[in-house]
C-alpha cells in the first residue's frame, strides 16, 4: 500500500507497507526510490514520518533521508 500527498513544492509519502511476505526483498526500496526520481525531476522534496524503533528509518537513512524534526513518537525526515 502506498499513500501519498502531491504538493507543488513536496511530495509527502504518508503511508508505505509491504506485504511481511515481499519484506526484506528491496520492494519498498525500489517504490521510493521511484517517487524520488519523480521528486528530483519536478526539483521538489520529499518528506515522511517513521515511528522511533521503526527498521524502515535506516532505510530511509540509506536514500539520504534526514531527520528535520522529532516527536515524542516518531522523526519527521526529508530529502
Given at each position: 500500500m502506498l499513500k501519498l500527498n502531491r504538493q507543488p513544492n513536496n511530495i509527502e509519502i504518508i503511508q508505505i507497507q509491504i506485504d511481511?511476505?515481499?519484506?526484506?526483498?528491496?520492494i519498498g526500496q525500489k517504490v521510493i526510490q521511484?517517487?524520488?526520481?519523480?521528486?528530483?525531476?519536478?526539483?521538489i522534496s520529499v518528506s515522511l514520518s517513521v515511528l522511533k524503533g521503526n527498521k524502515a528509518k535506516r532505510l530511509y537513512e540509506s536514500l539520504e533521508?534526514?531527520?528535520i524534526e522529532e516527536t515524542e513518537d516518531s522523526f519527521v525526515m526529508r530529502i
Open positions: 511481511p511476505q515481499y519484506q526484506g526483498k528491496g521511484f517517487i524520488l526520481d519523480q521528486a528530483s525531476d519536478k526539483q533521508f534526514v531527520t
